[in-house]
């Protein structure tokens, strides 16, 4: 049990529908991180969330591309209007909430987007 | 651009053999620094971190890294790997201090034939 959760696993979706992916972190954890992993390339950061904030994202693409994380409920990764480049792994990380600054990010399996 | 290289792509070694997975990254202040591991059809585990202190890291499973400032590097090493071994291995940074995003290098596919 990986303790950060997402669905679903794969997704597969048309060029132009919309795609949400979903993330619920570790018990007690209140940073979530979203990360894309295009193919044959490392983990890129796009966005750092907290409770019902947008902390950071420079890493998100200008358009299409919205998060967020609510007060109950998982974070949601929302792409509209997809396109063949969107086709990649997007893997949510979360850290604890707490006073100490220097917390490892803790990973869930990933959801595996394909867009057709 | 803050950015995190590891060297090779992909590595082959026998059981028993020696690991050394090279990783430079480019971050000019205080750098936190991590090692994943992402067993087939994993998530992600923390191997090993460092934010500082003992520049020699002890990590899971046998593996440790050293960091080396001069070289602005956080090579991972085991002196005898297995089979059980066999995985893709990411490096990451931070800026340390901070809760952000981390840098990641575009992996290390290593695969331990018995």
């Known amino acids: 049990n990986a303790g950060v959760m997402q669905n679903p696993r794969h997704l597969v979706r048309r060029r132009g529908q919309e795609a949400r992916l979903r993330c619920s972190p570790m018990k007690g954890h209140s940073h979530v991180y979203w990360y894309r992993q295009l193919p044959e390339e490392g983990l890129k950061f796009m966005v750092y969330?907290?409770?019902?904030?947008?902390?950071?994202e420079s890493g998100m693409p200008k358009e299409r591309f919205s998060a967020e994380f609510p007060k109950e409920g998982p974070s949601i990764l929302r792409i509209q209007q997809v396109v063949r480049g969107d086709s990649a792994a997007y893997f949510c990380?979360?850290?604890?909430?707490?006073?100490?600054?220097?917390?490892?990010?803790?990973f869930g399996d990933g959801t595996r987007l394909s867009i057709l | 651009a803050q950015s995190v290289s590891q060297h090779n792509h992909h590595v082959i070694l026998s059981e028993a053999a020696s690991l050394e997975l090279g990783c430079n990254y480019s971050y000019g202040g205080t750098v936190n620094l991590f090692w994943y591991v992402q067993y087939p059809g994993q998530h992600l585990q923390l191997l090993l971190k460092y934010f500082s202190g003992d520049p020699l890291v002890k990590g899971i499973k046998g593996f440790e890294a050293e960091f080396i400032k001069s070289k602005f590097s956080f090579n991972l090493r085991k002196p005898s790997v297995q089979w059980s071994d066999t995985a893709e291995y990411f490096c990451?940074?931070?800026?340390?201090?901070?809760?952000?995003?981390?840098?990641f290098g575009k992996g290390t596919h290593l695969i331990i034939q018995p």
């Open positions: 990380a979360s850290s604890p909430r707490t006073l100490r600054r220097n917390q490892p990010q803790h």
């Open positions: 969330l907290q409770k019902e904030n947008i902390i950071d």
């Open positions: 990451a940074a931070k800026e340390g201090g901070g809760a952000d995003g981390l840098t």
